[in-house]
């Protein structure tokens, strides 16, 4: 069987019997391209995932949106609706959902072909890792030539239709490391290569972020060749490393080395110690060894008698026992009849004399009152 018809058949088989979903290959097309013009072929907007092979081989599967929306569908809910998903920023759970379909198609395919070149070509590729960007996704893929194999899948009996794109290295076209003789019995021994090591090797760009500056459009439009902008005064001193994400990874110094620019990095935040005045500068190292601590003889002061021993013992010339206190008298109530008839009988209270009665006050109308010529006039505002 020729790899399209075994694709063509594993593709629905595998989502018949492992998904219990509708799948229906209804068009393929296979073409060469060079491991260089890869990037070329790809879209941000597909899931892109890293296929791990024998020898350290590396393929690729690249699932389009609305493919990845029905496999969530379908082990989310048990059915896919009858519109295609709407298109969203895929995930590494998405890549883990779909990956089972993928495997399943990558081992049946495999098994259903018959020439050498085929199942070379074809090999059971499985899952490594999700990709975010295609830069990285081509980067990953370091054969020289691949095959590209497009399938145009319909899903749920017609409902909606999605792609799906398999980057297989041409066989003999893999970048491999040269074959060292081992130590024991100086056979040569073929290099271990991994996903692992094949995503370490890809280069990582980074972008030294002198200053930024807000200016209105207007004067953007106006740019021309020669014109200058003004940084900060401290802009080589405040550098800002920033990944292709635009995430701020460190900070440093901008200055050179050997003729040639050079940033110089600050240590970590988790590294530096504050002190008093908000100097941040000195870091674990700066501080003296504990034991270094521990040696230290503090000077005694003089003239201090010596404290006793709290925890001695009195037949030690410690503190002196104290005697013991003697009991309180009991207090009588007032219900203890022998108590009430020790307690002498208080005499009487004399009568007190009466209270002498008070003069009449003088009528108001009586002409004894003195003349008010002598007063002084009141006067008023």
Do not use: W
Not at 48 to 61: H, N, V
Not at 109 to 135: I, M, N, Q, T, W
Not at 335 to 360: A, H, R, V
Request: aromatic residues 2%.
């Amino acid at each position: 069987m020729t790899v399209p018809k075994a694709l063509r058949v594993s593709l629905a088989k595998v989502a018949d019997t492992d998904f219990d979903m509708a799948m229906v290959v209804i068009g393929i097309t296979q073409e060469c391209c060079d491991g260089s013009d890869l990037e070329e072929k790809l879209d941000d907007t597909h899931l892109m995932m890293l296929m791990d092979g024998p020898a350290g081989t590396t393929a690729g599967a690249m699932v389009g949106p609305e493919l990845v929306g029905a496999m969530i569908q379908q082990q989310t809910t048990g059915s896919v609706g009858q519109t295609a998903p709407e298109p969203r920023s895929l995930t590494a759970t998405d890549a883990a959902l779909c990956a089972p379909l993928v495997d399943g198609l990558f081992k049946r395919a495999y098994s259903l072909l018959d020439a050498k070149d085929d199942r070379e070509l074809l090999a059971p590729f499985e899952f490594g890792a999700r990709v975010e960007s295609a830069r990285l996704f081509a980067l990953a893929l370091d054969a020289q030539e691949y095959t590209l194999i497009k399938l145009t899948v319909d899903v749920a009996g017609g409902a909606f239709q999605s792609g799906l794109m398999l980057l297989l290295p041409v066989p003999g076209t893999h970048a491999e490391e040269p074959i060292e003789p081992s130590d024991p019995l100086g056979e040569p021994v073929p290099p271990k290569r991994n996903l692992g090591s094949s995503m370490m090797a890809v280069n990582a760009d980074l972008t030294a972020v002198l200053g930024r500056l807000r200016l209105p459009l207007s004067k953007i439009k106006g740019f021309a060749v020669g014109d200058v902008l003004t940084l900060r005064p401290d802009a080589f001193d405040t550098v800002e490393i920033v990944s292709i994400t635009g995430r701020t990874i460190r900070k440093g110094v901008m200055g050179q080395m050997d003729g040639q620019r050079a940033i110089q990095l600050e240590a970590p935040k988790s590294a530096k110690i504050s002190k008093p005045g908000g100097d941040t500068g000195a870091t674990l190292a700066d501080l003296p060894d504990s034991g270094a601590l521990a040696s230290l003889d503090p000077a005694e002061p003089e003239g201090l008698p010596d404290l006793p021993s709290f925890d001695a013992q009195p037949d030690e010339g410690g503190l002196p026992e104290l005697p013991d206190l003697p009991d309180l008298p009991d207090l009588d109530g007032p219900g203890d009849t022998e108590s009430s008839e020790e307690t002498p009988d208080l005499p009487d209270l004399p009568d007190l004399p009466d209270l002498p009665d008070l003069p009449d006050l003088p009528d108001l109308d009586s002409d004894d009152l003195p003349p008010l010529d002598d007063l002084p006039d009141i006067k008023t505002a």
